[in-house]
Every structure is written in C-alpha cells, then in structure tokens.
C-alpha cells in the first residue's frame, strides 16, 4: 500500500537536500588561488620592481614611466657593491672583541654539548670529589688568560682602563653559570674536565681565526657590515634561547618562593619604553670601556622579557604526566629540561630565534650609539651612510637594500611553519 507524498513532506526533503552550485568546487578553489596570488604580487611589487632594479643603469632607476624589466641586465652591480671601500682603518680594540666574542659562544656550544653527555649518578670516586674544584680553577684560570691577552694586544691603543678587565669577567661568569648548568646533573666530572680543557682549547682557535677574518675583512667595506650583522645576529639570538628558555622553564615547571612575584617583575619590565634606560644603559656601557666593541651589543641583550614570556606560555601547555614520568625514572629537573622539555618546545624556541635574529638584523639605534667608527657598524648604520656618499648611484643602493632583506625572508620563509606554530601555542595555557 503506498501514501502518496503530501506537499508538506516533499517540502521538507527539499529544504534537507544539498544545494548544488553551479560552478564545480575545484574551479572555485582555483579562482581562491589565482586572486591570492594576484594580491600577493600586487603587495610584492615595490620589493620585486626593488629586486629589479638592481641589475638597471641609474638612467632607468629614475626614468620615468619606470620599466619593469631592465633594458640590459647588469650583474656586474652586485660585486661592485662590496668592491667599493669607505676608508678607515681596522682598530684593534674591535678585533680583539669580535674574536673574544666568538671564543666565547664557541666554548658555550662545546662545552654545553660534550659536557653533558654522560651522566653517573652514584658514583664515588676521586673525580667527583675534586672535579669541581678542578674546573672551577680552570676557568677562573682563563679568566686570567683573557685579561693578559686584552692587556697585550691593546697595550699600544688608547682604550679604557676597564675594558680587559670587565671583558675578562664577563668570560669568566659566563663560563661559571655553564659549569653551574652541567653540575645540576650529576656528570662524570672526569668527562667535565676533559670536556671543560677541550672546549677552552676551541675558543681559543676560534677567537683567533674570527679576529683574523674581522681584520682581513676591513674596515669601511660592505663586506665587513655583513659580516658583523650576520655574526651579532647568530650569537644574539643563540644565547637569548639559552637563557631565556631555562627562565622560562623555572617559571613555568617549577615552584619555588617568590616566582609570581618575579614573573610580575619581568612582565612590569616588558612595559619600560626603551627610550627612558638609554642613557643610563649608554653610560653604564660607557664606565666598562664596552663602547665601540661587540660587548656592547651582546652581553646586556642576553635576557630579553618577551622571549621568557612567550616561552612561558608554551611550557604551560605541556602536560606535567611526561615530567611525573621522567621522575619515576629518577631524573633530575636539568635532565627533564634538556631530555624532554627542549625536544617540546622546538616550535617556540624557533619562534624566539626567528624574532631576536631578525631584531639584531634590523636593529638602528643601538649600533648607531654604541658603535663609532665603521669598522664596527652593522649593515643599517653602514647604508645610510653608504647612501650618502652614493646618492646618485642607486643600483648600487638597491643592492646594499636587498643584500640587508633577503636573507631575513629566506629566514622567515624557511621556518613559517614552525614560527606559526610556535605563535599559535604561546598564548595556550595547559
């Protein structure tokens, strides 16, 4: 027996059924892409006609209406820029602290990664009890090398009195809190000093060959700003991801007294205008004899308040289940940090590389105060005044512009993915 549908109920089942389009859903999808990608040329474009520009005579530069494609593609603009030399000359004080510099993130990575890679736990022997002493000595031992060698290859320039020593304890402390890190572990102290002697021995080679490199490099040349930018902008950000990640840790994994209130004090931090600590950063940098030297720009700049922050708020969204487990097996908190919670954080450690990198890439203001001579400019300080000197040759300041933004866009585009992941977990608590 059949019903026959009412017009209610066929009503209904068409209200229920899909709506097909008329166009196919790949053909709209194509449409999405090619309209994004029309905007992304259209935003581009000052960038690409920029990027053109480079291989154009100056004629073309400033002809107008400007043509997109040069006339005849003159390659030969790029190695003219670092051919041209705006003079000066190669102070000392500024090898001495490039190569010190280097010496000293070099023996940070070495000794960190080797230090660490045994553990014994339980273990008594005549190593564990004075193996600590041992490398206390030697690196207070090191301390002493670096102020005779700052006093030696400094002694016939005019530089303040306090610059070897102040340099020498920076070393010094630095080495200290990397010794302080791997004895939060329970090491095989054996390990350590051989470590610790190894690792003393790299620096030393590696803040010789950077001197070298810095000095062979020249003063006023376009080669010598890149190199300045791109190492300051490595070791800046490398050590700000050490220091800032285990801060971060400690703040966001462990309880102790006081931590809200710390924790508040670096967020109060974050609110200071920059503008109202520089004169008293300037003249603090000043009374150290850090003034026209790396130190200058990368001692203070180890701690920076965002990067802790963000870390923070990713750390809290890892679950604690993994940390319970890991003391079950009798972990320590350092062995938690370094097994378990980097591994982790890997998007947002990327993050905070990606920001600090790119802000020492682009940073004006502090090289510009703290850096006199051009032997010791970065690459934003050196083209504004490579612009005034080559003002109307603009091919060849089109280079200089493109050699300072490429490799901060091949940096952003070869880790977005972790970047946004990274930014999309920050703001995540667990």
Not at 109 to 126: C, D, M, Q, R, Y
């Amino acid at each position: 027996m059949t019903v026959a549908a009412t017009p209610n109920n066929s009503s209904a089942v068409q209200q229920n059924s899909p709506k097909k389009s008329p166009v196919p859903g790949h053909i709209i999808t194509g449409l999405r892409y090619v309209i994004l990608t029309a905007v992304a040329l259209l935003v581009f474009l000052p960038f690409i006609l920029a990027f053109l520009g480079t291989f154009k005579t100056n004629v073309e530069i400033i002809a107008f209406p400007p043509t997109f494609f040069p006339q005849e593609w003159l390659v030969e603009n790029w190695p003219a820029l670092f051919a041209t030399d705006l003079g000066g000359t190669v102070r000392q004080e500024g090898v001495t602290s490039i190569g010190l510099t280097m010496g000293s993130f070099a023996f940070m990575l070495t000794f960190l990664a080797t230090g660490l890679a045994s553990n014994i736990a339980g273990e008594k022997n005549i190593w564990q009890r004075i193996g600590p002493s041992l490398a206390v000595i030697l690196i207070l031992a090191s301390g002493g090398a670096i102020y005779f060698y700052l006093q030696g290859a400094l002694a016939e320039t005019r530089v303040p009195v306090g610059l070897a020593p102040s340099a020498a304890i920076g070393f010094t402390v630095l080495s200290l809190i990397a010794l302080g890190v791997i004895g939060m572990s329970t090491p095989d102290w054996r390990r350590v000093v051989l470590s610790l002697v190894g690792s003393l021995g790299i620096a030393a080679v590696v803040t010789y060959l950077f001197a070298f490199l810095a000095e062979l490099a020249g003063a006023g040349t376009y080669i010598r700003w890149l190199f300045n930018t791109a190492l300051l902008s490595v070791v800046r950000a490398c050590l700000q991801i050490f220091f800032s990640s285990m801060a971060a840790y400690a703040l966001a994994r462990l309880n102790f007294p006081g931590k809200n209130a710390i924790f508040g004090f670096i967020l109060l931090s974050m609110t200071i205008p920059g503008a109202i600590t520089l004169v008293p950063s300037y003249v603090l940098i000043s009374r150290l004899g850090w003034v026209n030297t790396w130190y200058s720009l990368v001692f203070p700049g180890l701690i920076v308040p965002g990067s802790i922050f963000m870390l923070v708020q990713f750390l809290k969204a890892v679950p604690k289940d993994l940390e319970e487990a890991a003391k079950i097996d009798g972990a320590s908190y350092f062995q938690m940090y370094r097994d378990l919670i980097l591994p982790l954080a890997r998007p947002a450690l990327l993050t905070v590389f990606i920001l600090n990198f790119q802000g020492m890439w682009n940073d004006y203001l502090g090289p510009l105060l703290y850096m006199r001579t051009n032997d010791m400019w970065v690459l934003n300080v050196g083209l504004q005044t490579f612009q005034q000197q080559f003002k109307q040759d603009w091919n060849l300041v089109l280079v200089g512009a493109m050699v300072n933004a490429v490799p901060v866009l091949i940096l952003f585009a070869a880790f977005s993915r972790y970047y946004i992941e990274g930014v999309s977990y920050a703001g995540v608590k667990g």
